[in-house]
């Protein structure tokens, strides 16, 4: 369960399958406390982070 902000800089250090990997939980996290909760402003964060690193990834291309 997220309840800890998960930082873009921390995000930079995992290969783009643990990122993946790390993106699906969030969102399950998400998806399962929306029921309990309203707000999630730190889970919802995190997911952003990530969503917006496995972009910059997909836009920038493979490593060389």
Do not use: W
Request: hydrophobic letters at 40%; a neutral charge.
């Amino acid at each position: 369960m997220t309840t800890t902000l998960i930082p873009a800089s921390d995000l930079k250090e995992l290969d783009t399958a643990e990122l993946q990997s790390k993106f699906f939980q969030v969102a399950a996290d998400v998806a399962r406390l929306r029921q309990e909760c309203q707000q999630l402003p730190l889970a919802e964060q995190s997911l952003h982070n990530i969503s917006n690193e496995l972009a910059v990834r997909k836009y920038r291309g493979p490593k060389l």
